[in-house]
């Protein structure tokens, strides 16, 4: 069944497939989050730009499903587009992988190679961009289908639970690293699941059906063969957050690996006697830092392969915490670094975030180093997050400087790149303990510096006082505005002009995708727009908020993932089993959650207890996720037109993925302003008839 969207009645449409519309509806939305999230991953792995602006393919996510729903009812074949689409983005970035070149009048600092290769970004981009709508549009357009031959809340209930599956999936695979051909198997079974007739007749249907096999299977088969041949290379592996390249070789006798990361030089991992040789600067905390010359317990965050640990050995650690958030690279230090770290009974290592294991431990430490952790990635769902973001902030400096043993000291170098960052690092530090740091900058291009502080200034030697920081410094990052790299105050212009294409591409394909009556279909849910909006800002808060209580690993990123679509769902079953309160009284509860996120700050709960901090994080970031759900339950209910009205909530989330760039100016606690005004607008424009207030 279908709906006629020009005149509300429903038509009979053929459904290929042998499974039932409730089977079909949990598979369709199964596949489009599993494909959204492996898209993300892949092409982050190959388009360096995507590792900085993986919110980029989220967002074109976003604007073909809108379309593939509002679509859905009027679309007379099956959208094959999706799988052709899919092949030719993979065989086209498998063709041209791409590194990225960072300009030096650029105002956002990214830590990657130097050296271009592959398309430019306004060419490689939008391919990408226009890519991701196409191919997610046609397991929408699945979904949509479905959402016509059932009940609005049932299928609602069917897509989150489908929804749910898709996430749980590809977490697993993350947490087994898996690489890519699983992935690609996966979607292709379950397009051809979907999209493949099994109609046992002759004639012109058996014709038919073998060009829809080949139609669906031939892109797929060339998708495989690239995954393929990736995915059993000997030198690549999968982490949960890159795509890993090792290399061993003998430089001047000397045994080294390499790792490269998502086709990024990241690291080396060398004999300690070496790389204090060759590059004597990492002893420098050492020196630095009086009780660093003989230091007991050594905690290193950012521990890597291991090269830190060894220095720490080497320089007479008894006990050294080596706090690693990949897993994956952890492992291959353990397996391959020439000095064999990791095996030394006086180190202990930690997968888990840096912010998140001080945190959570009580220990005290003599040093506490900060070992190059750029992470080269953002976290998933949140638009400017970096993995190691809540290191550097004026919080974290003191939750460091909290953890020290009388005499200790805190100490952090880089290939920095730019004199003004040095200067904001040193100036937190000064903020954070009270005194100036020693800064000591190494006479290259990439501006290495080594920042160390004692716990007193009695507690550091330094070569030469620290004159402070240049006039144009920016202030030291803080939890709410994490953003280190950001050099300016206001969101940089390469940002404005991509969300402004982004936006004028959605405009366009919108329209082009509904015939000329997309928006006069939708315009009668402009509520459940700004409810899509709305909720998308919640969602980003949720994900920055427990990145910074609980780690930014991608453990913690799925957990609240799968805890939003919990919430979700709970709100469809209460909705669907429960006399609910009127919407005017969900209003006032979905207002009263964001005034409780309002009032508590992160550092109240950061205080507490681990088991307390999760209950009440929860019940503070799920409460008014709850109460919007409820209300655009009873809202969608009503509706007369399910597809537009469900995709004009979509195509809202996509307005509310390029708000979240408002973050770079407000902080994430300010986005609770904007999504309250968006909710806001929501209750003006919800309607006042009697079936909404019951």
């Known amino acids: 069944m279908a709906v006629d969207s020009s005149t509300d009645h429903v038509t009979t449409t053929t459904w290929p497939s042998p499974f039932g519309v409730r089977t079909r509806l949990v598979a369709a939305s199964a596949l489009m989050l599993f494909t959204e999230l492996a898209l993300i991953r892949w092409t982050g792995s ?103 031959e059932l009940p609005r809340l049932t299928a609602y209930r069917f897509d989150l639970i489908g929804s749910l599956a898709g996430i749980v999936s590809f977490t697993a695979l993350s947490f087994l690293g898996a690489p890519p051909i699983w992935w690609g198997l996966i979607v292709t079974v379950v397009f051809a699941g979907l999209m493949i007739p099994r109609s046992p007749g002759s004639g012109r249907r058996v014709v038919a059906t073998g060009l829809s096999a080949a139609m669906v299977l031939a892109p797929l088969l060339v998708m495989l063969g690239v995954l393929f041949h990736e995915s059993t290379r000997s030198d690549l592996s999968w982490s949960p957050y890159y795509k890993v390249k090792t290399k061993q070789y003998t430089y001047e006798g000397v045994p080294l690996l390499t790792i490269t990361v998502n086709g990024v030089p990241h690291q080396q991992a060398i004999p300690a006697d070496a790389r204090l040789q060759w590059e004597p600067q990492y002893g420098l905390p050492y020196e630095r830092a009086n009780v660093g010359k003989t230091p007991k317990n050594v905690l290193i965050i950012g521990a890597g392969s291991g090269s830190d640990v060894a220095i720490a050995l080497k320089k007479g650690a008894t006990h050294v915490d080596a706090v690693e958030i990949d897993p994956r690279i952890r492992d291959l230090g353990k397996a391959l670094h020439p000095d064999r770290p990791y095996q030394d009974p006086r180190v202990t290592s930690h997968i888990d975030d840096g912010r998140a294991y001080l945190s959570r ?146 405009l366009v394909g919108v329209g082009i995708a509904g015939g000329g009556s997309s928006y006069r279909r939708m315009r009668p849910y402009a509520d459940l727009f700004l409810l899509g909006a709305g909720f998308m800002l919640l969602e980003t808060k949720s994900i920055t908020g427990f990145a910074l209580l609980f780690g930014t690993t991608w453990v913690v990123n799925a957990i609240v993932f799968a805890g939003v679509l919990v919430a979700v769902l709970a709100a469809v079953e209460v909705t669907r ?102 909710y806001a607008g929501a209750f003006l424009l919800t309607p006042k008839a009697r079936s909404l207030a019951r």
């Open 46 to 148: 190959n388009v360096v730009h995507l590792s900085y602006f993986s919110n980029f393919v989220l967002l074109g996510s976003f604007l073909g499903i809108g379309i593939g729903v509002l679509r859905s009812g009027r679309a007379k074949r099956l959208p094959y587009y999706s799988p052709i689409m899919l092949g030719l983005l993979v065989l086209v970035i498998a063709w041209k992988p791409v590194t990225v070149n960072r300009g030096s009048s650029s105002s956002v600092i990214y830590f990657t190679s130097l050296n271009t290769s592959g398309p430019p970004v306004w060419v490689i981009l939008p391919i990408i961009f226009i890519a991701a709508a196409v191919v997610l549009a046609g397991p929408a357009e699945l979904v949509g289908r479905c959402f016509a």
């Open 361 to 506: 431990t009580n220990k005290k430490y003599d040093l506490i180093l900060l070992a190059l952790p750029d992470s080269l990635t953002l976290v998933n769902g949140a638009s400017s997050l970096r993995l190691e973001s809540y290191l550097f902030t004026k919080q974290a400096f003191e939750s460091a400087r909290d953890h020290l043993n009388p005499g200790g000291a805190f100490a952090m170098y880089n290939y920095y790149r730019e004199t003004w960052l040095i200067d904001r690092l040193a100036s937190t530090a000064q903020e954070a303990f009270g005194h100036k740091p020693c800064v000591d900058k190494i006479g290259d291009g990439l501006q290495q510096a080594v920042v160390t502080v004692g716990l007193t200034e009695q507690d550091q030697t330094c070569a030469a006082e620290w004159p402070g920081p240049a006039a144009i410094t920016p202030p030291p990052a803080t939890d709410n505005r994490p953003f280190l790299y950001l050099f300016t105050d206001r969101i940089p212009s390469l940002y404005l002009v991509t969300l402004g294409l982004i936006l004028v591409a959605g």
């Open 577 to 678: 089993r429960f006399k609910t309160p009127p919407i005017k009284v969900m209003f006032a509860v979905l207002f009263g959650g964001l005034a409780l996120s309002w009032v508590f700050p992160d550092s109240w709960l950061l205080s507490m207890p681990v088991g307390l901090r999760v209950i009440v994080a929860v019940l503070i970031a799920f409460t008014p996720i709850f109460a919007a759900n409820v209300i655009f339950a009873k809202r969608f209910t009503d509706t007369a037109d399910g597809t537009a009205s469900f995709g004009a909530n979509l195509l809202g989330a996509m307005l509310g993925g390029c708000l979240e760039y408002a973050a770079l100016i407000i902080g994430f606690h300010g986005l609770l302003i904007i999504a309250a005004l968006l």
